[in-house]
């Protein structure tokens, strides 16, 4: 292979990474905090789907992105209320959450179909995005890619940096010690919640107005559902939330280009390798470990009341 | 807001007291003189794919008989989950039921045979009763025709191909394709990448980036996205729409579309039902019936495009058969003797490729 | 302001019927609004919905049908739930018990002589693969520490892409044009009707009975103590000398088996073979069905009945009042969430403190 095709592959890869990264850290921070939202792909759809909305009535891609988040933060809004409000059942109502995004990503996209949007615009710096090798990898993406690796970043710092970060670890690990240390569990819940959700949403716009520019209905295809995974997969680090998402990217792509190729095995197979490369590398990363007790912060899932 | 909600009382409590009513009376049949036609979808109308095309026809056909039929239609039915969907249809009065996806074949003969005064129609199928009609379009036709463009304009000699699951429709389409192509270029090469879905615009857009990455510089697709044209136009290649007219996703890419169009079936078969006339039996159509259309050629030099409506042309008269003898398989074994064409039971259960294709098929 | 909730002693009876019932009256009042605002009747609305899929008997058959898988599910899901392991892979141990039970109806095709072992047979297998699919996350999580909400995830995945796999190869109906199906099953493969002429069938009393004996199980034996024990106190149960490895060990194979023998139901029951799809997505449903009936296999019963009652509703609102099926979708999940949501009230006493610090120091 040429330096332009490994190239070319690294791009594609970074790309179908991306919505997932950008997916998965806002789950992060969420899960950080001690909140479990399944939710992830009913806000990813409906993020999608409002992001094209308001791409094509502005005309703007901004624009669009920033509706995309805000309409992935509203319904986040909704789960935190019922779960960080109500002291809901976090994985029924993030289940319910996936149904409502459904629902409602068809009702607004339906006078959308079959419209074409010309992609986010690419990055494109003179000299540097044609250098050999790394041009198009490093000075050629769209803004989205930029923002989901610029995330990853500032939520890694933000968690084991700053202050703030660390009183929303702690919540998440012990929501009773924190309250009685007088830290607003609810409240930064209920933000890291909101940071998820828009998140999500943003990278639903991604889809819609980069990756695949128009709106259809379903088209998040369950990418919502594996930066689920990855968020575990990458045991609740930022970094490794990245990674995880480029080994699933990556063996997607690598699996396309081994049919392409002519490899001669069963398509079944070669579509269950992401699948079966995650939980293999998850294996071998827990071998490595050898630590007993889990590594998921210590409250995720249950719930909090304040008095008592 | 405080009358709104009293309203909203007030109609609640209606709706209650209807409902006793409703379940007093329920079973009486509904005084219409109208035949009632419902259509079961196995994706969301808004595709833009297969089942968009499906509506399409559903509307033309409200449009014109606006006065005799009635349509209804349920969408994103699971094909696990159909035969509770088609049995509603038939109870809700429907006298006409279009079953659009393979999967519900089963599912479609069971109902049948509980509501033998319903007609139903069901696509792409070979189960037959007296109740049960099947159609679908001879789709290879169209693909030749895209074969010969592809083999004509690909510079590369690589063109790529996105498939979704392999059965004999998908197949006999890749094969036609392929024989399409080395009737003007012996030499050329597919590659196939088999996506295991009908519909996934990243997971297409993916294959299509790989497809190009490795040297094809035309791609036709048997998925429902637009993503793949889109890619393809993104850098500077050309494409194959499926489905429906995906121009306008596309106006520098697309060569043509093999576009699915119902219209003149749909229509025919709720005239025959009106009429009295309507009797079970299989339908394959093909570009000569209407019922396979290709989009406008574009993107192409004009001989090249003289030479694809020559070929639409020639399968449209009956002159030309894109399975005509010799077709070798891949093995190297005769299918196909000269002079011979294909016979249609060969093509519908189509599990093999044709020489000079390097996939291979699960057996 | 602020909310304060004081966790209720004990669980208040009244609250426990009226706080669903006023959330299920506020999801009408909000999904009458949506309806109204699309131009369609409120209360014809609530009609098709909530009555007249209660008023027939045969969607009340269907209703029974579509809730026995769920219940089973869900109850398997709620051994899981209760001992604090996040299994959310159902749906595969569903599509793998429907494939190895389906494979048991496919190998005895055709078999003369006596065949009666052969429906037991297939239940079994179906249970069994579940069980063992099940038990891979398990052995992963207590082996490895590996997490169960990722490997039981992407498991899901693999099952299907297997099913996919075996049914376009080595399970296909050799005499169905290549197309992805099996065979059809013999009669003795079948979960016979129940009543003569109708749609219910055995799997129902199958679903029913083990629903009642997991009930069982969880109030009456030493086990069903440890499940609840470690879900509520995990130290306490480390105490009392029950293994954590075992249990999870159990409660995989539990809740993997009962999925699986439901995915056999399904497969021996509705469908009659197999094909690339045998689940509408029942695994995950059955999650939520799981937390609605509060991991209580009567609460899980009633919440499956509640969400096929919906699905059903909304079928009919899509056919008879052309509501888009986005709609109806919408209204299920603003439904759940609202339930979920009111279910505070019957486990808290809510109180708005005005003004204040929102949290003061823990007495």
């Known amino acids: ?308 | 807001m405080g009358r709104m909600l009293t309203g909203l009382g007030g109609a609640l409590l209606r709706g209650a007291l209807l409902g006793a009513a409703l379940a007093v009376g329920a079973g009486s049949a509904v005084a219409a003189d109208k035949l009632k036609v419902g259509f079961v979808y196995v994706g969301p109308v808004a595709d833009f794919g297969y089942s968009y095309q499906h509506d399409l026809s559903r509307k033309a056909l409200a449009a014109a008989m606006p006065d005799k039929v009635e349509t209804t239609f349920l969408e994103n039915v699971p094909e696990a989950d159909s035969e509770r969907s088609i049995e509603k249809l038939a109870r809700s009065g429907a006298g006409l039921i279009f079953t659009t996806s393979f999967g519900f074949m089963e599912p479609t003969l069971k109902v049948a045979k509980k509501f033998p005064k319903v007609k139903f129609a069901h696509a792409t199928g070979y189960k037959r009763s007296d109740n049960v009609a099947t159609y679908s379009a001879r789709f290879y036709e169209g693909r030749y025709v895209c074969g010969k463009i592809a083999g004509k304009l690909s510079r590369s000699g690589t063109v790529g191909y996105i498939a979704s699951f392999p059965i004999p429709e998908v197949v006999s389409g890749i094969n036609a394709f392929m024989l399409g192509a080395q009737s003007v270029n012996p030499n050329i090469k597919i590659k196939i990448v088999w996506v295991n879905t009908w519909f996934d615009p990243g997971k297409e857009a993916e294959a299509a980036k790989a497809l190009l990455a490795q040297g094809a510089d035309i791609l036709t697709q048997h998925t429902d996205s637009a993503a793949p044209l889109q890619e393809a136009e993104k850098q500077g290649k050309l494409a194959f729409g499926q489905s429906s007219d995906q121009f306008r996703f596309a106006p520098k890419a697309q060569l043509t579309s093999i576009t699915d169009d119902w219209n003149g079936y749909v229509i025919a078969q709720a005239k025959a039902v009106l009429d009295g006339t309507w009797k079970s039996g299989d339908t394959w159509g093909g570009i000569k019936d209407g019922m396979v259309v290709l989009a406008p050629f574009t993107n192409m030099p004009d001989d090249v495009k003289a030479m694809a409506e020559e070929t639409s042309t020639a399968i449209a008269a009956g002159k030309l058969h894109p399975f005509t003898g010799p077709v070798v398989k891949q093995d190297g074994t005769l299918a196909v003797k000269e002079g011979d064409t294909a016979p249609d039971p060969m093509i519908l259960g189509m599990n093999w490729y044709v020489k000079g294709i390097d996939d291979k098929l699960t057996q | 302001m602020r909310l304060d909730l004081v966790p209720r002693t004990r669980r208040a009876p009244v609250l426990d019927i009226l706080s669903p019932a006023l959330a299920f009256a506020a999801a009408v009042v909000i999904g009458g609004v949506m309806v109204a605002a699309l131009g369609v009747s409120p209360a014809d609305a609530f009609v098709t919905y909530f009555v007249a899929p209660l008023s027939e008997v045969w969607s009340l058959q269907e209703i029974a049908l579509k809730a026995a898988p769920l219940a089973l599910i869900a109850t398997g899901l709620a051994f899981c739930y209760r001992a604090n392991l996040w299994n959310i892979g159902a749906e595969g141990h569903f599509v793998v018990g429907g494939l190895a039970g389906g494979w048991v109806g496919v190998a005895t095709h055709g078999a003369a002589g006596f065949t009666l072992w052969v429906l037991p047979a297939m239940l079994v297998a179906g249970a069994l693969a579940g069980a063992a699919y099940a038990l891979i996350p398990a052995v992963l999580k207590v082996r490895l520490g590996v997490s169960e909400i990722l490997t039981s995830l992407m498991l899901v995945y693999v099952a299907q892409l297997l099913l996919d796999y075996m049914v376009r190869g080595p399970l296909r109906d050799p005499a169905g044009y290549n197309f992805p199906q099996s065979v059809g099953f013999d009669a003795a493969a079948r979960l016979p009707y129940l009543m003569e002429g109708e749609t219910l069938h055995a799997g129902v009393l199958i679903a029913f009975l083990a629903v009642a004996l997991a009930a069982v199980v969880l109030a009456h034996t030493l086990f069903g103590f440890e499940v609840r024990v470690v879900g509520a106190s995990p130290r306490a149960a480390r105490f009392a000398g029950f293994s954590d490895a075992r249990l999870t060990l159990s409660v995989f194979a539990i809740s993997g088996g009962a999925a699986g023998l439901a995915g056999i139901v399904e497969v021996a029951g509705k469908i009659g073979q197999l094909q690339p799809e045998i689940s509408p997505g029942y695994g995950f449903t059955a999650i939520i069905v799981a937390f609605l009936g509060r991991l209580s296999p009567p609460g899980i019963l009633v919440a499956a009945l509640v969400i096929a009652l919906t699905t059903i509703g909304g079928e009919g609102a899509q056919i008879d009042l052309k509501l888009p099926l986005d709609l109806t979708r919408a209204f299920q999940g603003l439904l759940l969430g609202l339930v979920l949501g009111a279910d505070v009230f019957a486990r808290y006493h809510v109180r708005l403190v005005p003004g204040g610090p929102s949290g003061r120091p823990a007495s």
């Open chain 1, 1 to 308: 292979m040429t330096l332009d095709i490994v190239q070319m592959v690294l791009v594609t890869v970074l790309a179908a990474a991306t919505p997932l990264i950008l997916a998965g850290i806002g789950e992060l921070v969420a899960e950080r905090s001690g909140v479990l939202n399944l939710g992830v792909e009913g806000m990813m759809i409906f993020g999608a789907a409002v992001s094209f909305a308001v791409a094509m009535q502005t005309g703007s891609t901004v624009l669009g992105a920033l509706g995309g988040a805000g309409a992935g933060l509203l319904l986040a809004a909704l789960f935190g209320i019922l779960t960080v409000g109500l002291a809901a059942n976090q994985v029924a109502s993030g289940l319910s959450l996936t149904i409502l995004g459904l629902g409602l990503s068809g009702l607004v996209g339906a006078n959308y179909v079959g419209i074409k949007r010309d992609p986010a615009p690419h990055l494109a710096i003179p000299g540097l995005t044609d250098l050999p090798g790394i041009g198009h990898l490093v000075f050629g993406q769209d803004g989205f890619v930029y923002a989901a690796v610029a995330l990853v970043a500032a939520v890694s710092w933000f968690l084991w940096r700053t202050r703030a970060g660390l009183m929303l670890r702690a919540i998440g690990d012990d929501h009773v010690a924190t309250h009685a240390l007088g830290l607003k569990v609810r409240r930064v819940r209920f933000l890291s919640v909101l940071f998820g959700g828009a998140c999500a949403g943003l990278g639903g716009a991604y889809l819609a107005l980069a990756y695949t520019p128009f709106w259809s209905p379903g088209m998040t295809a369950g990418r919502g559902w594996i930066a689920l995974a990855l968020v575990v997969f990458a045991s609740w680090r930022p970094l490794r939330v990245a990674a995880g998402a480029l080994l699933f990217g990556g063996a997607t792509v690598l699996q396309l280009h081994a049919q392409a190729a002519g490899l001669g095995l069963p398509g079944q197979f070669l579509s269950a390798l992401p699948y079966l490369a995650t939980i293999l590398a998850l294996v071998l990363l827990s071998l490595g470990q050898r630590q007993g007790g889990s590594l998921a912060p210590a409250a995720l899932g249950r719930v909090f009341t304040p008095s008592r």
